[in-house]
């Protein structure tokens, strides 16, 4: 504390010092910066409080912009992401393929922040996003660049094209696309009839679908599932024929029954003393093998420990 400091400098320090949280801190540096001692010998003190100021008021920018852009995604296994333009009906979409509630209005840039929702087909959970707008100022690249597969929703034809180009770069471009061309209801069948015949011209993986009608909805789901490269694969628990989990294990092709193993349980292969498949994988059921087989779709496993 400096000498001759004024008694409200001297609260402040204490507010500073008892604080529990960073905006706490950053409002009780404020106040010490506004009653701290002006005189000669406080100089040093001044620069202190100044530089841990700005670099508190940095910290919280830094993490409320983390925690805000990414709304807490955890990345699951099998994630697509819809992009589009305002209004092209990415929140009734997500709605519509899986158990998430966006708000969906008529008036544009409702979707303010990303939306999580699971589509689950034929046994496996796959973590739909839907993006805010490409022309929103909350429009975060980042998350797309980490996604298996982009969903592109479209109402014409010639929004495909600034679409992809808002989100070109070297870690997209390679991505899965699948062009979602929406609000299919509003068209005759000549007119769908064309813009399909178009988007095959331009070799484009795409659907033409309608969340009002549901028209084209499980197609899309079909192509959404094969766009991703995996393998699933069922459990079975020891000497039990019923005691199939429905739900399979979802891996990257030419894993092995050691991934599978450490996906169930981190640490788990190491209890496994072998392990009979049923499936594509093997040359007979229950065939015994051990943990360096390499797994194939729809392969079912049984874990044996020791």
Do not use: W
Not at 44 to 65: E, G, H, S, V, W
């Amino acid at each position: 504390m400096p000498i001759n400091a004024h008694p409200e400098y001297i609260d402040a320090e204490k507010e500073y010092h008892g604080a529990a949280t960073n905006d706490e801190k950053l409002k009780a540096l404020e106040k010490m910066m506004s009653t701290m001692p002006k005189h000669k010998g406080a100089e040093t003190l001044r620069k202190n409080i100044r530089r841990r100021y700005k670099k508190l008021k940095q910290d919280i920018a830094i993490k409320k912009k983390k925690s805000g852009s990414k709304k807490g995604i955890k990345k699951q296994d099998m994630q697509a992401i819809l992009i589009g333009l305002t209004n092209s009906g990415k929140s009734s979409l997500l709605k519509t393929l899986t158990n998430a509630k966006p708000q969906i209005a008529s008036y544009g840039f409702t979707t303010t922040e990303p939306e999580i929702g699971t589509l689950n087909h034929k046994g496996c959970s796959i973590q739909i996003i839907d993006m805010p707008p490409i022309a929103s100022e909350h429009f975060d690249k980042g998350i797309i660049n980490n996604a298996d597969t982009l969903l592109i929703v479209v109402e014409k034809i010639d929004e495909i094209k600034p679409t992809l180009d808002a989100i070109k770069n070297k870690e997209t471009t390679s991505k899965p696309k699948v062009i979602i061309f929406n609000k299919a209801d509003l068209y005759l069948p000549e007119t769908k009839r064309k813009i399909s015949e178009t988007l095959k011209s331009k070799r484009h993986n795409f659907a033409i679908i309608s969340t009002i009608t549901n028209e084209g909805i499980e197609e899309l789901k079909e192509k959404i599932l094969k766009s991703f490269k995996f393998v699933r694969v069922y459990t079975k628990h020891p000497g039990k024929r019923d005691k199939l989990d429905k739900t399979p294990i979802i891996l990257k092709p030419k894993s092995t029954l050691k991934d599978v193993a450490e996906k169930i349980l981190h640490g788990y292969s190491k209890k496994v003393k072998y392990a009979k498949v049923t499936g594509p994988s093997c040359k007979f059921p229950n065939q015994k093998v051990g943990l360096k087989h390499k797994v194939k779709d729809k392969d079912i496993v049984e874990f044996f420990t020791e």
